[in-house]
């Protein structure tokens, strides 16, 4: 079974600028979580979709938005990029059916703005 | 405010010793807590869990305690070998996530490095 893929793998964007992140659930899995892993904060949570919906969120501004598709792809959107916003974006599925449900993360997307 | 916290940035550990990783929650809603190991340039893969009702759970080397009058875990790993050098996080979740299953809440972790 394939494992969760994010893609890109590295991006380097300038600040004010726009940037989108994609995220491959492992195949059945209909939850998709995104984290933002920084070294002086660690893993923060940003919010979840399962089945299209966006089941809970972070405290994050608004410029970070995502959004679940059918088949259960996701993405992540930055807007108005700032310098703070370099980080390693995760994204972790899990089947969203049950309680307390280990999360399968991805490799990350790791984020540089200059 | 953190809610959970892991205070050792970074432990060093003579191979074949037991490694103790802590972590100290705040938020006595959390009903579940999970270990995460990471090695560089990968995500987070699941390590072991427990629940609150519980206050050990072991798998294989690795050993869960929590103790919850004290709001404090522990990871144990014996014997500590060197390919278990990685950044372990512990993490919490609570009922109270409108019952998202993915909103964990994680600790800023600690580096563990296993010497041969």
């Known amino acids: 079974k394939a494992g969760v893929t994010q893609t890109p793998r590295y991006l380097i964007k300038t600040r004010g600028q726009q940037v989108t992140l994609s995220c491959s659930p492992i195949s059945g899995h209909r939850s998709v979580s995104w984290y933002q892993q920084t070294p002086g904060q660690g893993l923060q949570f940003l919010f979840e979709?399962?089945?299209?919906?966006?089941?809970n969120k972070g405290n994050f501004p608004g410029r970070f938005s995502g959004r679940q598709f059918s088949n259960s792809r996701s993405e992540m959107n930055v807007s108005t990029l700032e310098l703070g916003d370099s980080a390693l974006y995760l994204c972790?599925?899990?089947?969203?059916?049950?309680?307390?449900?280990?999360?399968?993360f991805g490799s990350g997307t790791q984020l540089s703005v200059l | 405010d953190q809610q959970v916290k892991q205070n050792s940035p970074s432990l060093s550990v003579q191979e074949g010793r037991i490694s103790i990783l802590n972590c100290d929650y705040t938020?006595?809603?959390?009903?579940?807590f999970l270990w995460y190991k990471k090695y560089p340039a990968e995500g987070p893969t699941f390590l072991i869990s427990?629940?609150?009702?519980?206050d050990k759970n072991e798998d294989g080397r690795f050993t869960v305690f929590l103790n919850k009058s004290a709001k404090h875990l522990s990871l144990h790993i014996v014997p500590s070998q060197p390919g278990d050098s990685a950044v372990y996080f512990c993490a919490a979740s609570s009922p109270s996530s409108g019952g998202s299953q993915g909103n964990l809440i994680f600790g800023k972790g600690t580096k563990l490095s296993v010497k041969p």
């Open positions: 979709y399962f089945s299209e919906t966006q089941r």
């Open positions: 972790a599925s899990s089947s969203g059916l049950a309680t307390n449900e280990k999360l399968f």
């Open positions: 938020n006595s809603m959390f009903d579940y």
């Open positions: 427990i629940s609150s009702i519980k």
